[in-house]
């Protein structure tokens, strides 16, 4: 017997620098409970491997619990833009971390424009990272960066389809199973609340 495999088709990253911010909001797996910032040195290691901090930076654990904070709140943000409105709550924990990485406008020789951190260690870190959200805004693709749909995952993907309409990571299986659910509600409705016995 043959057997039949499933591919499952991966979305491509979003375009740089937001594939930075969709990087660190998928740090932590939902669904599975793993989270690349677990301790300190777990996040010491993610900030360094992708160059927002010095080799020689040190983190405190306040600071793992700052960034946790940012990228729940960027997740959360980034579900607005799968369904509505970002609450203010998260809007007033972003701005109050914007606040402490502290950002500045640098010009280089060649008369281009940049935001830079003013900060140091771990902040300078959430300053890029704030700082590639800031200009993914500015150049229209923030809203196509999104967390899934199904409440179970809410891993970050970038929505590449022409009329913004992605609603989950994968549709091989977020999508099929929030399908499935919404089936069986209609189902389940339909039958009445006793299973369609009269």
């Known amino acids: 017997m043959i057997g039949v495999s499933v591919v499952t088709v991966k979305r491509p990253p979003a375009p740089a620098p937001l594939d930075l911010v969709e990087a660190f909001i998928n740090t932590a797996d939902l669904e599975t409970g793993s989270d690349e910032f677990a ?27 700052r960034v946790i904070k940012l990228r729940e709140a960027l997740r959360r943000a980034a579900l ?35 935001l830079d951190p003013s900060a140091n260690g771990v902040d300078a870190g959430v300053a890029r ?3 590639a959200v800031f200009i993914a805004m500015m150049t229209g693709r923030w809203e196509r960066l999104k967390s899934c749909g199904n409440d179970a995952c809410h891993w970050a993907f970038y929505d590449a389809s022409k009329n913004r309409s992605g609603r989950w990571c994968e549709m091989a299986d977020c999508g ?4 499935g659910r919404t089936y069986r509600a209609r189902r389940r409705a339909a039958a009445g609340p006793r299973g369609g016995e009269r």
Do not use: P, Y
């Not at 996040?43 to 600071?63: I, M, P, T, Y």
């Open 39 to 65: 301790t300190s040195g777990d996040l010491r290691a993610w900030f360094v491997g992708h160059g927002l901090l010095n080799k020689s930076g040190l983190v405190s654990e306040g600071d793992r619990r």
């Open 80 to 114: 607005a833009n799968n369904r509505a409105a970002v609450d203010s709550g998260t809007i007033r924990e972003l701005n109050h971390l914007a606040r402490d990485a502290r950002m500045v406008v640098s010009f280089a020789d060649d008369g281009g424009a940049r």
């Open 129 to 131: 990272v704030l700082a």
């Open 176 to 179: 099929n199973e929030a399908k």
